[in-house]
């Protein structure tokens, strides 16, 4: 066994109401000032007024900023430090999906220390602790709650930017699977599947560990086991606690076993053509699994078996049943059929050609060849490989 380290700094509080404790944990931060950071959806539901309201209950101020879209860009960044600055906040609360936990952690960053968030692109380039930050995720989910990283999508450049650094991990945590009852079925298949993903490439990862594997293990079990479950009814509150969970347990393992080719390959497809992230790594999970199968010793036997309802046994097992297990568990969740029609899907002006996807690849694919996620994939990649990758999931 090769040498392994991990450590977890962070307060996380999980359960079914836990939206509550948001006075008592801001408290314990000495926060007397929030900027909630969130969503339009979450703001039209009411919820942003609920988290203020718990604030005030405990007499710390709290100014908003939602105006924030899929994939958000530097300019929205931008926007909401100028918004932090101008409030006079002294800590951010992290609440919705994936993208205003990005932005929250961004802002955390740039609000602190300056410039712009692309001073900060790559591996930790942030000097010091950030604005203090409280997360609570509305989605299962991208595990950004217990990430050190913020994706930023550059539109000057087509590309989304990573910002990697254990400064920027949130110091409090709240999940509370109650908030994620309200969402879309589209939008609980393609965040669950994204969860799912996380645990898969951290499990098959080469930075995998004893300590990242028991994490996405339990990870693939729970939101395996659940996920059809919590699409077909969100108000089932067993499910999403499951899917809450094995997101917040997939988040952990990746950040120390990273990630692999699907999320290397799927950030181009959503900086190119707005394809949702969870979708995007969807369409693109079966043709990795394939090609991953090559390097397979006994893993994909254990991630079958989590997303089947019946088991199988080493002495009948394939590789290829389980590509053939991870389409049917997509189609089962409404997730498109291949990478051609989720990119139609998401175009906000009609159809997009072939053509026109052909000319995009070669860029995409240099573009995967940048993510550090690729280092670590069970099967080595070349951007060869990868284009052809992109070519078979169209
Ligand atoms: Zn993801």
């Given amino acids: 066994m090769e ?18 404790k948001l006075p008592e944990i801001a408290k314990k931060l000495g926060g ?16 942003v007024k609920k988290a203020a309201d718990y604030l005030a ?10 105006d924030i879209e899929a994939n958000p860009s530097v300019t929205t960044v931008e926007k909401a430090t100028a918004k932090y600055l101008e409030s006079g906040a002294d800590f951010i609360v992290a609440f919705g999906g994936g ?42 989910g991208t595990g950004s709650e217990v990430t050190a990283f913020s994706v930023i999508t550059d539109h000057s450049r087509n590309y989304k930017l990573t910002v990697f650094s254990y400064e920027i991990l949130p110091k409090y945590a709240i999940l509370d699977a109650e908030l994620i009852t309200t ?50 009814n969100r108000n089932d509150i067993e499910a999403a606690e499951a899917m809450m969970t094995g997101s917040l347990f997939a988040g952990i393992a990746f950040s120390f076993a990273r990630l692999g080719n699907v999320h290397a390959m799927s950030h181009p497809v959503s900086a190119f053509f707005d394809v949702p992230h969870g979708v995007a790594n969807a369409v693109l999970l079966p043709v990795i699994a394939e090609y991953n199968a090559l390097a397979d010793h006994g893993k994909y036997l254990t991630i079958y078996n989590d997303i089947r309802p019946i088991s199988a046994y080493a002495d009948e097992f394939e590789p290829m049943m389980l590509v053939d297990a991870i389409r049917e568990l997509c189609t089962d969740i409404g997730i498109p059929e291949n990478l051609t029609i989720a990119i139609n899907n998401a175009s906000k002006n009609g159809t997009v050609t072939k053509e ?23 099967r080595a990649s070349r951007q060869c490989d990868i284009e052809m990758l992109y070519r078979k999931a169209l």
């Fill in 57 to 66: 209950s405990v007499d710390i101020k709290a100014d908003t900023f939602t």
């Fill in 183 to 232: 969402a879309p079925a589209s939008v609980a298949a393609a965040c669950g599947i994204d969860a799912f993903i996380h645990a898969e490439e951290a499990y098959v990862s080469t930075a995998a560990s004893p300590f990242s594997d028991a994490l996405a293990e339990k990870a693939m079990a729970l939101i395996g086991k659940n996920i059809r479950r919590f699409v077909a």
């Fill in 99 to 140: 993208s205003p936990m990005d932005v929250a952690k961004a802002v955390g960053v740039v609000a602190k220390y300056g410039g712009s968030v692309t001073d900060y692109e790559g591996a930790h380039k942030v000097p010091g602790p950030i604005v203090p930050l409280i997360a609570i995720p509305t989605t299962a």
């Fill in 3 to 20: 040498t392994f380290n991990f450590s977890e700094p962070q307060d996380i509080t999980v359960g079914k109401g836990s939206l509550s």
């Fill in 356 to 378: 026109e996807i052909e000319s995009r690849i070669e860029p995409m694919a240099v573009d995967a060849m940048k993510s550090g996620n690729i280092a670590v994939n069970p």
């Fill in 32 to 47: 007397k000032h929030a900027l909630i950071i969130s969503g339009p959806h979450l703001e039209k539901m009411g919820l």
